[in-house]
């Protein structure tokens, strides 16, 4: 599968850990992002990246976030001492940048964050 | 007001019906427009991109109106399969600003 990937695809924490997601990009892919979806809603942006360069960040991510890009390949999010309100998908996806055409998102398929 | 609006529905249509989705944007400078969909407890999925002059994908049909920064999505003969969350997307400066979604049901 040549795909966007992402582990775990389900995690259940008790408020107050850490946990961290990972996200593997489609391989010829220099743009990752990251998006957090909540119930009834559509995605929302997080941050995304340029190789290893973090180019943007949202104000969704509080200080709790932090995401990496070491090597320009994957990419880890992780979120310290969880609260209930971060329960939610975490979505990643990838492009490649510049696309002549419109730049195309394609996305990994999520995952699913329950804090208890 | 939020940068994207859609309405959430949900369309309850019959096999071979069709239907139309709507989106609005707030953000005159955005330069590229999509249709995602998005089944039960999946990842969204590229549907089609929207251009200015308007596309056709089989049974799909993508309109953008860039002076009232509206954008329609049609289904033709509508499937069963077509039942799923519609989401009008807009790149604002690359980043993906997603409409909440509009839920189509087709029923037998």
């Known amino acids: 599968d040549t795909g966007v990937s992402q582990n775990p695809r389900h995690k259940i924490t008790k408020r107050g850990q850490n946990v961290t997601f990972r996200c593997d990009p489609i391989?010829?892919?220099?743009?990752l992002y990251w998006y957090r979806q909540t119930l009834g809603q559509g995605p929302e942006f997080l941050t995304y990246?340029?190789?290893?360069?973090?180019?943007?960040k949202s104000r969704l991510l509080s200080d709790r976030f932090s995401a990496e890009r070491p090597k320009g390949s994957f990419s880890t999010l992780e979120i310290q001492r969880t609260e209930q309100g971060d329960s939610a998908m975490y979505l990643c996806?990838?492009?490649?940048?510049?696309?002549?055409?419109?730049?195309?998102?394609?996305f990994g398929p999520g995952t699913r964050l329950l804090v208890l | 007001r939020k940068e994207v609006e859609q309405d959430p529905g949900p369309f309850n249509v019959p096999e071979g019906a069709t239907v139309a989705f709507n989106c609005t944007y707030s953000?005159?400078?955005?330069?590229?427009f999509f249709w995602y969909r998005q089944d039960c407890r999946k990842e969204p999925k590229l549907l089609m991109s929207?251009?200015?002059s308007g596309n056709e994908d089989g049974r799909f049909t993508a309109q953008l109106n860039r002076a009232s920064q509206y954008i329609s999505l049609l289904i033709r003969d509508s499937k069963l399969s077509d039942s799923a969350t519609y989401l009008c997307?807009?790149?604002?400066?690359?980043?993906?600003?997603f409409g909440a979604g509009t839920r189509l049901a087709v029923h037998p």
């Open positions: 391989s010829e892919h220099n743009r």
């Open positions: 929207v251009y200015s």
């Open positions: 996806a990838s492009s490649f940048h510049p696309e002549p055409d419109q730049e195309t998102q394609y």
């Open positions: 953000n005159s400078a955005s330069q590229s």
């Open positions: 997307v807009v790149n604002d400066y690359n980043k993906l600003i």
């Open positions: 990246f340029q190789n290893e360069a973090q180019l943007e």
